[in-house]
């Protein structure tokens, strides 16, 4: 059994100053997004992507992470409380957003930058999705650092206990998602994608990837106590990842058919 080594929330303090390594780990992410997209500009001149447009898909893609994140997370986990609470909708600092309405914000985001450089949105995804899964595992890393999102209880030899939890031993399932969505995945999708393939399939395998592997570890991961598990006892991640999963097979198919 293990205990978490109960970080310090605050990496750095400078007087007032204080960055907190939850804003760290999105710092990390936004770096890296950037420095893989300069790098498959070069590797992959097929896609024609240029600075620019990575650029934009960056910005606008970041406008889309933290507003559908905090919408997706009202109106899926949350809606009736918000309702009688709208006050508190873009209360940002209380903490709650959805990885699943962050990434509609991210789709709707990559179709105004595709409009604008007036190439095929199916291209810009392809292009973009190899450099999500890095970001993922920052989130992830934080999740953990701050003891949030944690798992089910469990005798494993490697639970642990959250302190500010309670003293039950559980699943470290913060850290079994940045290994599957983040580290997994990346390495899939990069090397997938390390050759020319048919428009819209790099899309497919990360829809397919995330999809099964958010399915699965939900099944080490408390679901969320004013939830609970729903329909078919599946929590509210499974049933959010699951069209993801069965979007991506039909689209991997309907390319793969599509470009022989």
């Given at each position: 059994?293990?205990?978490?080594p109960?970080?310090?929330?605050?990496a750095?303090?400078?007087?007032?100053?204080?960055?907190?390594?939850?804003g760290?780990?999105y710092?990390?992410?936004?770096?890296?997004?950037?420095?893989?997209?300069?790098?498959?500009?070069?590797?992959?001149?097929?896609?024609?992507?240029?600075?620019?447009?990575?650029?934009?898909?960056?910005?606008y893609g970041?406008?889309?992470?933290?507003?559908?994140?905090r919408l997706?997370y009202?109106?899926?986990?949350q809606?009736?409380?918000?309702?009688?609470?709208l006050?508190?909708?873009?209360?940002?600092?209380?903490?709650?957003?959805?990885?699943?309405?962050?990434?509609?914000?991210?789709?709707?985001?990559?179709?105004?930058?595709?409009?604008?450089?007036?190439?095929?949105?199916?291209?810009?995804?392809?292009?973009v999705?190899?450099?999500?899964?890095?970001?993922?595992f920052?989130?992830?890393?934080?999740?953990?650092?701050?003891?949030?999102l944690?798992?089910?209880?469990t005798d494993?030899?490697?639970?642990?206990?959250?302190?500010?939890?309670?003293?039950?031993?559980?699943?470290p399932?913060?850290?079994?998602?940045a290994g599957?969505?983040?580290?997994?995945?990346?390495?899939?999708?990069?090397?997938?994608?390390?050759?020319p393939?048919?428009?819209?399939?790099?899309?497919?395998?990360?829809?397919?990837?995330?999809?099964?592997?958010?399915?699965i570890?939900?099944?080490?991961?408390?679901?969320?106590?004013?939830?609970?598990?729903?329909?078919l006892?599946?929590?509210?991640?499974?049933?959010?990842s699951?069209?993801?999963?069965?979007?991506?097979?039909?689209?991997?198919?309907?390319f793969s058919?599509?470009?022989?």
């Amino acid at each position: 059994m293990l205990i978490h080594p109960q970080f310090n929330p605050v990496a750095i303090s400078l007087g007032p100053l204080q960055v907190h390594w939850y804003g760290l780990m999105y710092f990390f992410a936004f770096i890296f997004f950037i420095y893989l997209g300069k790098k498959q500009i070069a590797l992959h001149p097929w896609a024609k992507i240029d600075e620019k447009i990575l650029d934009d898909a960056f910005f606008y893609g970041a406008l889309g992470v933290v507003l559908g994140g905090r919408l997706g997370y009202v109106l899926f986990y949350q809606p009736s409380y918000f309702l009688l609470h709208l006050d508190e909708v873009f209360s940002f600092w209380r903490g709650g957003m959805s990885f699943h309405g962050g990434f509609l914000g991210v789709l709707i985001s990559l179709f105004w930058v595709a409009r604008k450089h007036h190439i095929s949105w199916w291209t810009l995804t392809d292009f973009v999705a190899p450099l999500v899964p890095l970001g993922l595992f920052f989130g992830r890393i934080g999740n953990f650092i701050n003891q949030e999102l944690w798992g089910r209880p469990t005798d494993l030899a490697w639970a642990m206990i959250f302190p500010l939890t309670d003293d039950i031993p559980r699943h470290p399932s913060q850290l079994y998602q940045a290994g599957l969505e983040g580290i997994v995945l990346f390495i899939i999708l990069w090397l997938y994608a390390s050759k020319p393939r048919s428009t819209g399939q790099i899309s497919a395998v990360f829809l397919i990837g995330y999809g099964f592997f958010r399915f699965i570890v939900e099944y080490t991961r408390e679901p969320d106590a004013f939830l609970g598990l729903l329909f078919l006892n599946l929590s509210m991640g499974q049933l959010l990842s699951l069209p993801m999963l069965f979007i991506g097979l039909f689209l991997f198919r309907k390319f793969s058919n599509n470009n022989g």
